[in-house]
């Protein structure tokens, strides 16, 4: 999984920017149409398959949220938090 911290140094890149929109689409497009309940169920499973695999980064997890935090309502934003509170805690 390739962190979202090294996209942030090549923002002003046009080429890459356009890379990272289309990829950024891609992942959006993936998992469209997905109810809340199944976007968690595979967000566990990722993470648990990650653990078992030793390439689970906390910080790639904490680089994500802050990614995608300024994209929720609060009450997502609470959600979103509590589940990392449960990921961290079986890490």
Known sequence: MRSIRDRKNTVGNAENNTEFR???DEFAAQYAGKS??????ELMQK???AKSTGSFSVDQLDDFVRFVSPELDEQSRSRLSELVKMIK???
């Open 22 to 24: 289309n990829e950024a």
């Open 36 to 41: 809340e309940s199944e976007l968690m169920q």
């Open 47 to 49: 993470v648990s398959a």
């Open 89 to 91: 805690g079986g890490s």
